[in-house]
């Protein structure tokens, strides 16, 4: 079993950054990969960004350019680094890690204001 918990998001205004973390219970090092996930009112849960374990990323062709995803292996974390931010990435942001099966963080709430 791994537990997930996600922080930092909150209320932003179009433009201004927020960082995300996510924190897992163990070890990340077997967890490949680990992800973002985003998912809007109305809409379903759509891929932002994910890392595997040896650095490799790919991101959404909305966020490149925009958003970073990083893990420290060190502290069990990976973190989204969100910049230029847009109404349009309002949305709840889950953590996601695969260790045979998928794991899902509780969802951090992210609002953009234009």
């Known amino acids: ?6 922080s930092g998001g909150g209320l932003v205004q179009a433009g201004g950054s927020l960082r995300l973390s996510c924190a897992a219970s163990r070890s990340i090092v077997s967890l490949n990969p680990m992800a973002w996930y985003r998912q809007a009112p109305g809409k379903q849960r ?3 960004a994910r890392i595997t374990t040896s650095g490799s990323t ?3 062709d909305s966020v490149k350019g925009r958003f ?9 974390t990976v973190s989204l680094q969100m910049n230029s931010l847009k ?3 309002t ?9 045979g099966s998928d794991y899902w963080g509780q969802g951090t709430q992210v609002t953009v204001s234009s």
Not at 1 to 6: G, I, K, R, S, Y
């Open 1 to 6: 079993q791994v537990q997930l918990v996600e």
């Open 46 to 48: 759509a891929l932002v």
């Open 68 to 76: 970073g995803i990083s893990r420290d292996n060190a502290k069990n």
């Open 87 to 89: 109404p349009e990435d």
């Open 91 to 99: 949305a709840v942001y889950y953590c996601n890690a695969v260790w």
């Open 58 to 60: 790919n991101y959404a």
